[in-house]
């Protein structure tokens, strides 16, 4: 089987998802650039990826799911 190019990476299910590497860098090199909390890389992390895994409006609801329990935090106090 020949491997498959995505953003100039050879497809890797493992280290270069499909999905997490459309566009000139991975998802993770830019969570990791911007340093952003767990929560937030996961916002994040789901808006890239919405409808290039699976269903779209779920990606995008978990991408909700985790920005809501991020605001949640900062409202307690709780700085991440």
Known sequence: MTPVK???KEHDVVNHPSH?????IEVID???DQQLP???GN????IARAGF?????????KAQWYLNRYIR???KGVSN
Do not use: A, M, P, Q
């Not at 895994?53 to 609801?61: A, M, Q, T």
């Open 6 to 8: 995505v953003s100039n």
């Open 20 to 24: 997490y590497t459309r566009g000139n």
């Open 30 to 32: 830019f969570i990791e």
């Open 38 to 40: 767990y929560h937030l």
């Open 43 to 46: 916002v994040v992390k789901y």
């Open 53 to 61: 895994k699976g269903d779209k409006v779920e990606d995008l609801k």
């Open 73 to 75: 935090t900062l409202e």
